[in-house]
């Protein structure tokens, strides 16, 4: 509006310089003919001034946004169900969609890892597994560092001036990666891995294989902490770790047994 006026107010004083004698003084040009041309140049300097409103481009939904992130990297079989599963509610968390495709997106990696551990696993027929222990722990562990990251990242993001509405609650974010590890086939792999570790420790002798065993109850618990993640970030943390240094000791010994 301001610029409106000011274009206004320099048209008149164009027009009234017209009354001037200097103007009167031009021979070849008439009065009349200056204000035509005035005229015609002040209208189209008043329409340039009027602002021009910026047509907004509608906002892509969260679901339709990250479902064409897991076609574009190769995961199409799981767009239609992303896009069904995070649909934006009233109500809704406002980044869940985004967990939802990190967990679909790093959980498919870990399948693929959990799948090679499991099926070396079986090829295996002999009863001394140690030998596949550090791939196997390898891979939990990458899984056991998903929650973990994750966890912490919910913790900060919760913490920020938007709040818990526009960010998911870590608990829900925890609850997202299960589900979507769940749904992607990493526990059935987990479960093979479990069984047949267990079967193998069961035939041997625990009193030839002592080390063995206390690798099968390490091994064990980390598996366990990769099905169900319990316990607040920092105790989390800690239970690792303290589970990985004396699985790293009881391997060593272990392996002098086979």
């Given at each position: 509006?301001f610029?409106i006026k000011?274009?206004?107010?320099?048209?008149?004083?164009?027009?009234?310089?017209?009354?001037?004698?200097?103007?009167?003084?031009?021979n070849?040009?008439?009065?009349?003919?200056?204000?035509?041309?005035?005229?015609?140049?002040?209208?189209?300097?008043?329409?340039s001034?009027?602002?021009?409103?910026k047509?907004?481009?509608p906002?892509?939904?969260?679901?339709?946004?990250?479902?064409?992130?897991l076609e574009?990297?190769?995961?199409?079989?799981?767009?239609?169900?992303?896009?069904?599963?995070y649909?934006?509610g009233?109500?809704?968390?406002k980044?869940k969609?985004?967990?939802?495709?990190?967990?679909?997106?790093?959980?498919?990696f870990?399948?693929?890892?959990y799948?090679?551990?499991s099926?070396n696993?079986?090829?295996d027929?002999?009863?001394?597994?140690?030998?596949?222990?550090?791939n196997?722990?390898?891979?939990?562990n990458?899984h056991?560092?998903?929650?973990?990251?994750?966890?912490?990242?919910?913790?900060?993001?919760?913490s920020s001036e938007?709040?818990?509405?526009?960010?998911?609650?870590?608990s829900t974010?925890?609850?997202i990666?299960?589900?979507?590890?769940k749904r992607?086939?990493?526990?059935?792999k987990?479960?093979?891995?479990?069984?047949?570790?267990?079967?193998?420790?069961?035939?041997?002798?625990?009193?030839?294989?002592?080390?063995?065993?206390?690798v099968?109850g390490l091994i064990?618990?980390?598996?366990?902490?990769a099905?169900?993640?319990?316990?607040?970030?920092?105790?989390?943390?800690?239970?690792?770790?303290?589970?990985?240094n004396?699985?790293?000791?009881?391997l060593?010994?272990?392996e002098l047994e086979h």
């Amino acid at each position: 509006m301001f610029r409106i006026k000011y274009c206004h107010a320099r048209l008149t004083q164009a027009l009234e310089c017209i009354n001037n004698e200097r103007f009167n003084k031009v021979n070849y040009l008439n009065k009349h003919s200056i204000i035509d041309i005035i005229s015609l140049l002040s209208l189209i300097f008043i329409i340039s001034c009027v602002p021009v409103e910026k047509q907004s481009v509608p906002e892509i939904p969260e679901n339709i946004k990250f479902s064409k992130k897991l076609e574009k990297f190769g995961l199409k079989e799981h767009a239609e169900y992303f896009i069904n599963e995070y649909k934006s509610g009233q109500f809704s968390k406002k980044d869940k969609a985004e967990w939802g495709y990190n967990a679909i997106y790093w959980g498919s990696f870990l399948y693929s890892d959990y799948r090679t551990v499991s099926n070396n696993l079986q090829n295996d027929l002999s009863l001394n597994y140690i030998q596949h222990i550090p791939n196997i722990s390898g891979v939990i562990n990458s899984h056991l560092g998903e929650y973990s990251k994750n966890w912490r990242k919910a913790i900060r993001k919760t913490s920020s001036e938007y709040g818990e509405w526009f960010y998911c609650d870590f608990s829900t974010v925890l609850a997202i990666y299960v589900k979507e590890f769940k749904r992607l086939g990493l526990f059935e792999k987990i479960d093979t891995i479990k069984q047949n570790i267990k079967y193998k420790t069961s035939e041997l002798d625990k009193a030839q294989y002592p080390m063995t065993y206390e690798v099968y109850g390490l091994i064990s618990q980390l598996i366990s902490l990769a099905e169900n993640p319990t316990g607040s970030l920092v105790t989390f943390n800690q239970t690792v770790n303290k589970l990985n240094n004396e699985l790293v000791k009881a391997l060593v010994l272990a392996e002098l047994e086979h």
